[in-house]
């Protein structure tokens, strides 16, 4: 059957003796040598013979993960393209500073579902926490203790509420969708009976002035958001704990096996995200200068659409702040147009849940392109 | 000759940086088994992903019963009567086994699904198999590896397959299943349908195929060859250059001293019992067995992965807390586990992170990862084991199994491990590649690591260890200097678990 | 709320038993916190004697009540409202029953109200169409309904209805923006409703378009909000970077206000008025201290499910109003929306509510 006009290729022209020469430091002399793996890493050596600058410099981004948000990177441009266009107060310093506060406390909480994501697992008790958080710092007993406490108080409350989290799910090996499910009616629950279903307006002037104050004319708020991100980025790219959020996102039991301490870990992703909920919650808490248990009302949708249309990916063990951070300034900044440009909520949402499947649509094809 | 049901000329496939496929015939008979060689990183996977319709190639023809055909997706492929049994195979184990076997064309009737009858012929396709024991109602997760690969051929029948790619079939099976698939194999071909056959193991080849194709470096260097005939160093020479099988480095004479590891009484209910025994620094042990016998379970709690009913692990004298890693770790011990891609890897994250994951700690300050010297010490290690390629930035599922097989003994290198425990340490690894790894487990012997190995084959065990464990049904029921020890004699001992008498 | 948030069961490990633990002992530490008892807050509700003819102890009337559940203040006014004014009658049984958002659980609750045969019903539906059926039922066993609000689909599924005027507060809202832009040319109009999709919203927006039309002014602006102080507090900070300059913004709704007030002082804005809606307590305060851009308010008050009450306690002993000359309770309150300024707060800052 064999095709006459093809004959295979001399089998026996690579010269073993010459290879194993180049082999590099093998344990013992006999070491034969494996021409596939020569094979491999000549393809793995050729794209760096001719890398034009700008791609190296692309490549050094990519691992903060840059190169992989280009299609968010459009389309904020195009959002800004079009604010520029038909909005006349679109590039005034008064309306960056609108749309950076306003993306502030949910950029806040979406720094710690992003370490949730990526660790494998989801947090949809975010919203609850900040209500509760909110709520319970603006007691009319705990306001009697002065602001400092209050603050201490809300991120008390979202960090020993995101540990109970970690504790059921890491040590009581229950399913993370359905313990923060539970957390988000149950934390809601407290929140209302603790606020009697009313709003507590905030006395402290020190308080409200986190949300009013400017340090260097950039609000307290965004230099807040800009910490937490940026906190957030260090611990994910330069620390142990980000590389083991890494690892036990991306295959538990290979960090298991590691040696890692999967369960410990996990149940602190979630006091990470917890404590971010906390940080929300002043912040949230001294922007609206109230507390109600209505704070934080479906944040963990929007969090979770942020991480995801950043390209983080929901199954874990791959994402990145930046993606994230990008995601919530295209939301923020699509409400921000709709109501500049006087348009109703109604296409708003609409161009919101388009912009959620075209950025992922546009990932996705990056990432195929891309191996 | 008959008209082939399968003809390829010429087909390319490139991927970015790589040339996977570079020019592969290949002629397929009906009734016939075409084996198909060639070393890891051949190519082997990205023709039978072309071959399936997961790939379309870039250049060349495929002929299905003599004319052109563009299989465009995998359904394609499968419509047309090409089925194909991947070695991790693609079952859903919550599922069950009709449920598996008509997946994506359950049989219908009023436009409902019909599970009776989605049962009925389950059961007669598993008879035509000649396992007519496997119930058509029960979950694929609860059957051994061995059932789930005749679930998967009940699947390809279920398609009236003509041909059927089955991608290393054996490498999860236990000897006796390894027969009873070469039974329906022969079924199979003297029903007229045709199996291209890929696997490392010559014998196999030697005993079930007619002809053989060789792939190298993504060329087809040879086909054709009848399978029974060529003699085994030309089938080595054609697919390395080299005329050896195996190389197994020579022992250093046995290492004395005091036991690193010492294993007393371990015993998991229902997995195994009353396992004692000792590992010397410098000293290689291997577990023999088959599949099920308790040797991977027994290799998993003394890491701690499983843990101990019974029994102590003891490391130096001291005692390792009862299923904790963490402390197996902390003494030393480093586990390189049997499934590398699910067990051991994290394969989109670079090759240097995944050799440093165990020893973060190390190179922590103050919880920030140093990244120089984390670079510094995984570059030394990995090129000290020749890991290719050398980038350690690559992404760890771009290297070959041989290469990610050295990634994972480099992290526990790169960890000061004293005592390496290795679990199938060549599955899916070439032969190339495995004489490296050999060495290089002698070497790290000879250097004071103890090592306990497990595998399912047994020139392996006989080759490289300094002593033997024979595991059968949950005990060891010999042990001996491998040297004192045949292959045929652990294949009884195995086997039958009757002792044999060795000169000690 | 311990069931909330305390951690261990009996299946879990011994480091999750101490997170469990640990996260009790906090709860118990911080439930200091959660007091809400200021000593000296007297219950803000809204109850009035009744005088005349009408005071005097009559035959006792059983009055079953079921109104949502509170996930607002002003809901949580009505069911406060209620139960207060029921204590000022001696010859009053006040039955309410589990409030609830559930349109079906609601259903039950009723249908056990009349199982139970009770004078007279009080109810305030969660939504109007899907409750008629079981009002209707109640009225052809013989129990009077009073309707609270949100109107039933049928006049036969009612004795009395009793509610507030959306149409009529953004009338009232838009004539009062008239008055005071009187004169000016095309003056920036803000409006910021609250949710969108709730007919309620519409028919606001569409008086307060139609009173501002009247004047010859129109909304240039138009947001929605949730109806939450956050989302109040979200989209105001937009809407004042789109009007750099504005001369007058209706809040829909008082309880987002405090999110609205709190964008207007983070954007250090005042050159405008604003007018708030349904009056609730701090309102009110905010206009009789004069010191915000809060100028007024137009009610669409809680007090009306004390008189609900009332209204239910004359029906069960079959009088009429005092001051009428009808011998029977109308058919048919709309509550007037009453538009609050500084000048006559004082006269309504106690049927504000607490938000």
């Given at each position: 059957m064999t095709d006459p006009t093809r004959t295979p290729t001399d089998p026996t022209d690579p010269a073993p003796s010459a290879q194993a020469a180049g082999m590099g430091p093998a344990p013992v002399a006999t070491v034969p040598p494996a021409d596939e793996q020569a094979r491999v890493e000549a393809a793995a050596a050729e794209p760096a013979v001719e890398p034009s600058p700008f791609r190296t410099w692309l490549a050094s981004l990519s691992e903060g993960g840059a190169t992989r948000n280009i299609g968010l990177i459009v389309v904020l441009v195009i959002l800004c393209i079009v604010g520029f266009a038909t909005a006349e107060t679109f590039a005034t310093t008064g309306n960056i500073r609108t749309i950076l506060t306003n993306a502030s406390v949910i950029g806040v909480v979406t720094v710690g579902m992003t370490f949730v994501i990526i660790g494998g697992g989801i947090d949809l008790s975010v919203g609850s926490i900040v209500g509760l958080a909110s709520v319970w710092c603006t007691t009319v007993a705990t306001q009697s203790y002065g602001p400092f406490v209050m603050v201490l108080c809300a991120l008390l409350v979202g960090l020993i509420v995101g540990l109970v989290n970690g504790a059921l799910i890491a040590y009581g090996r229950l399913v993370p969708f359905i313990v923060t499910l539970g957390m988000l009616i149950g934390a809601r629950g407290l929140a209302q009976q603790i606020a009697g279903l009313q709003t507590q307006v905030v006395k402290s002037e020190t308080f409200n002035g986190i949300a009013d104050g400017a340090f260097l004319g950039v609000p307290y708020l965004v230099w807040l958001l800009v910490g937490t991100f940026a906190i957030g980025w260090v611990v994910l790219n330069l620390t142990t704990f980000g590389r083991r959020t890494v690892a036990v996102g991306g295959n538990p039991e290979a960090a298991r096996l590691a040696g890692i301490d999967i369960r410990l870990h996990t149940a602190l992703l979630y006091g990470v995200s917890g404590l971010c909920c906390g940080l929300a919650a002043v912040m949230l808490t001294a922007q609206t200068a109230s507390g109600s248990s209505t704070n934080g009302q479906n944040y963990e949708l929007d969090a979770i659409a942020a991480v995801i249309i950043g390209g983080t990916l929901l199954t874990g063990g791959r994402g990145t702040l930046v993606g994230t951070f990008l995601g919530v300034l295209v939301f923020t900044l699509i409400t921000n147009l709709f109501i500049l440009n006087n348009l109703s909520t109604p296409v708003q949402n609409l161009a919101k849940g388009l912009i959620i499947l075209g950025a992922v649509l546009l990932q996705r094809r990056r990432s195929e392109s891309a191996t | 000759m008959t008209e082939p049901l399968l003809r390829l000329s010429g087909i390319v496939k490139t991927f970015p940086g790589v040339r996977a496929l570079d020019g592969v015939d290949l002629t397929v008979a009906p009734g016939e088994v075409h084996c198909l060689l060639g070393q890891n990183g051949a190519g082997k996977s990205t023709l039978i992903k072309v071959l399936s319709g997961a790939h379309q190639p870039d250049e060349g023809t495929i002929e299905w019963k003599g004319s052109e055909v563009r299989f465009v997706r995998p359904t394609a492929a499968l419509n047309a009567g090409l089925a194909t049994i991947y070695q991790e195979l693609d079952l859903v184990d919550d599922l069950t086994v009709a449920e598996n076997v008509f997946l994506g064309h359950e049989p219908r009737r009023f436009g409902f699904s019909s599970r009776g009858a989605a049962r009925r012929r389950t059961r007669e396709l598993l008879g035509r198999l000649g396992h007519a024991e496997i119930p058509p109602g029960r979950e694929v997760g609860r059957l051994p590896a061995a059932g789930k690969q005749i679930v998967s051929m009940a699947r390809a029948l279920s398609h009236d397959a003509q041909l059927i790619i089955m991608d290393e079939p054996s490498a999860v099976l236990a000897h006796d299943e390894v027969e009873n698939l070469f039974r329906v194999i022969r079924d199979l071909t003297s029903a007229g349908v045709a199996v291209i056959y890929i696997s490392h193991r010559l014998a196999e080849i030697r005993e079930i195929g007619d002809r053989v194709t060789i792939l190298k470096d993504g060329r087809?260097?040879?086909?054709?060859?009848?399978a029974k005939t060529t003699p085994t160093n030309e089938v080595v020479r054609l697919m390395t250059g080299r005329n050896v099988e195996y190389v197994f480095p020579s022992r250093s004479g046995t290492p004395g001293g005091e036991p690193l590891l010492r294993v007393t009484d371990l015993g998991r209910p229902k997995e195994f019992s009353e396992v004692s025994f000792e590992v010397r620094a410098g000293e290689i042990v291997g577990l023999a067995g088959l599949v099920g016998a308790g040797r991977s379970e027994i290799l998993e709690t003394v890491y701690g992965a499983r843990k101990a009913a019974t029994g102590t692990v003891e490391i130096d004298g001291e005692p390792i807390r009862r299923g904790s890693v963490k402390a197996a770790v902390a003494a030393g011990m480093g586990l390189a586990p049997e499934e590398r891609k699910s067990q051991a890897l994290l394969l989109g994250e670079p090759v240097y992170r995944n050799v440093s994951l165990a020893s973060l700690r190390r190179f922590a300050r103050f919880g920030f990862v140093r990244r120089g010297a984390e670079r510094a010490e995984v570059g030394a290690v990995t090129r000290s084991l020749d890991l290719r390629p050398a980038d350690p930035r690559r992404a760890m599922r771009t290297l070959s199994g041989g290469n990610q097989q050295k990634a994972v003994v480099s992290r526990w290198l790169l960890g000061r491990t004293r005592l390496l425990l290795l679990d199938e340490p060549t599955r899916g690894v070439d032969i190339g590649a495995r004489a490296e790894l050999y060495a290089l487990i002698r070497s790290l012997a000879d250097q004071g690591v103890g090592v306990l190995m497990v595998s399912s084959e047994v020139p392996e065990v006989l080759g490289l260890a300094d002593r033997v464990l024979v595991v059968r049904e949950g005990r060891v029921v010999h042990e001996a200097p491998a040297s004192d020890l045949t292959e045929a004699q652990v294949l009884d001992l195995v086997m039958a678990g009757e002792r044999v008498t060795t000169a000690r | 709320m311990s069931d909330v948030i305390s951690g261990p069961r009996s299946g879990l490990g011994r480091r999750g038993f101490l997170f469990g633990g640990a996260a009790v002992g906090a709860t118990l530490l911080a439930a200091g916190c959660t007091s809400n008892d200021s000593g000296n807050d007297s219950p803000e509700t809204n109850t009035k004697a009744v005088g005349g003819d009408n005071a005097a102890k009559g035959t006792q009337v059983t009055i079953g009540f079921s109104a949502p559940q509170a996930d607002h203040g002003w809901i949580g006014a009505i069911a406060k409202n209620a139960e207060a004014q029921a204590k000022t009658f001696e010859d009053v049984t006040f039955e309410p029953v589990e409030p609830t958002n559930d349109v079906a659980a609601q259903i039950a609750a009723i249908e056990t109200l009349i199982t139970k045969k009770v004078g007279v019903l009080v109810v305030l539906p969660n939504d109007g169409k899907q409750l008629t059926a079981v009002a209707s039922k109640a009225m052809a066993a013989g129990i009077p309904v009073v309707n609270l609000d949100r109107v039933f689909d049928s006049p036969l599924a009612y004795r009395t209805w009793i509610g507030g005027d959306n149409y009529g507060m953004g009338v009232s809202a838009g004539n009062f923006i008239a008055e005071q832009l009187?004169?000016?040319?095309n003056p920036v109009i803000a409006e910021i409703a609250g949710i969108d999709s709730l007919p309620l919203t519409q028919d606001r927006s569409r008086g307060f378009k139609d009173a501002l039309a009247r004047a010859g002014f129109k909304v240039t602006n138009r947001v929605a909000a949730e109806f939450t102080v956050a989302s109040g507090q979200q989209v105001t900070s937009n809407l004042l970077q789109a009007a750099p300059k504005i001369d007058a913004v209706w809040n829909h709704d008082d309880d987002q206000g405090l999110g609205v007030l709190a964008a207007i002082r983070q954007a250090n804005r005042s050159e405008f008025l604003m007018v708030g809606g349904a009056g609730s307590l701090d309102a009110m305060e905010l206009i009789k201290a004069d010191n915000s851009v809060l100028k007024a308010t137009v009610t669409y008050s809680p007090s009306m499910a004390s008189s609900a009450i009332s209204i239910a306690r004359l029906i069960g002993q079959k009088k009429g109003f005092s001051d009428l000359v009808e011998n029977d309770v109308p058919a048919s309150i709309t509550l007037s929306s009453a538009t609050v300024t500084k000048e006559n707060v004082d006269q309504y800052l106690k049927t504000g509510f607490r938000s």
């Open positions: - | 087809t260097v040879a086909v054709d060859l009848p | 009187k004169g000016k040319s």
